[in-house]
């Protein structure tokens, strides 16, 4: 069966720092993985996307198969990070997104 | 970017009575999605709603708890019936207007008392 583990559900850096998000996932068939993130006070909102293979606010997430992971990293932590970061797997093939979501890693940026 | 209404955003209900929650989108989607967010705890998939046929339920949810209608391509209701304490969660929908990239309403925050 089809499942996302974020194994850390508070991180907390200080700014400057490098962040590290985990995010495992088992699933038999071809993943799609998504990062998606929640400011406080806002809506979910999505962060990146392995198939893109971009960088978003200095994010990024290299899907590695050997290792079933899709880990979120930044090198330099700033303050508006903080938020909480869902890693999610897409059960459907074609960008449907009918998503299994990790429980979550809130990210605390300190001064 | 897409833009997902959805509605009411918060509500508190008797136990035993029925909530209706719309999904507004402002493009058409083949397909919707229910959500469930526990106090403290990440998003489970209530079911997906197809325009045209009865939605698909994810296990451990049935139509007769959480009946959904998708009358058209852009349109969306979840109810949540007979309603108890443990139902107190919120309840986001998502849809996919351009694809790979979902995108999701604010969320209902529903309470039961």
């Known amino acids: 069966a089809q499942r996302v583990t974020q194994p850390e559900k508070l991180l907390s850096v200080f700014k400057g720092a490098p962040v590290e998000l985990k995010c495992n996932y088992s699933?038999?068939?071809?993943?799609?993985l998504f990062w998606y993130v929640q400011y406080s006070r806002q809506r979910l909102q999505l962060l990146l996307r392995?198939?893109s293979r971009e960088s978003i606010k200095g994010f990024t997430a290299d899907l590695n198969k050997g290792e079933t992971s899709f880990h979120l990293k930044k090198p330099f932590a700033q303050e508006e990070d903080s938020a909480m970061y869902y890693c999610?797997?897409?059960?459907?093939?074609?960008?449907?997104?009918?998503?299994?979501f990790g429980t979550g890693t809130q990210l605390k940026v300190e001064l | 970017s897409a833009v997902i209404s959805q509605k009411p955003s918060r509500d508190i209900c008797q136990r035993g009575t029925s909530l209706t929650i719309q999904c507004q989108v402002d493009?058409?989607?083949?397909?919707m999605f229910w959500y469930r967010q526990q106090p403290g705890q990440s998003l489970t998939l209530i079911a997906t709603?197809?325009?045209?046929?009865?939605?698909?339920?994810e296990s451990g949810f049935v139509i007769d708890k959480f009946p959904i209608s998708r009358p058209n391509l852009t349109f969306s209701t979840l109810t949540v019936s007979n309603m108890s304490p443990e139902d107190s969660s919120i309840y986001l929908c998502?849809?996919?207007?351009?694809?790979?990239?979902?995108?999701f309403g604010q969320g209902t925050r529903l309470t039961v008392v």
């Open positions: 493009s058409q989607v083949t397909m």
């Open positions: 699933y038999s068939g071809s993943p799609e």
């Open positions: 709603a197809n325009q045209g046929s009865e939605a698909t339920y």
């Open positions: 999610a797997l897409d059960l459907l093939t074609g960008g449907g997104n009918k998503l299994t």
């Open positions: 998502s849809a996919t207007p351009q694809e790979g990239k979902a995108f």
């Open positions: 392995h198939i």
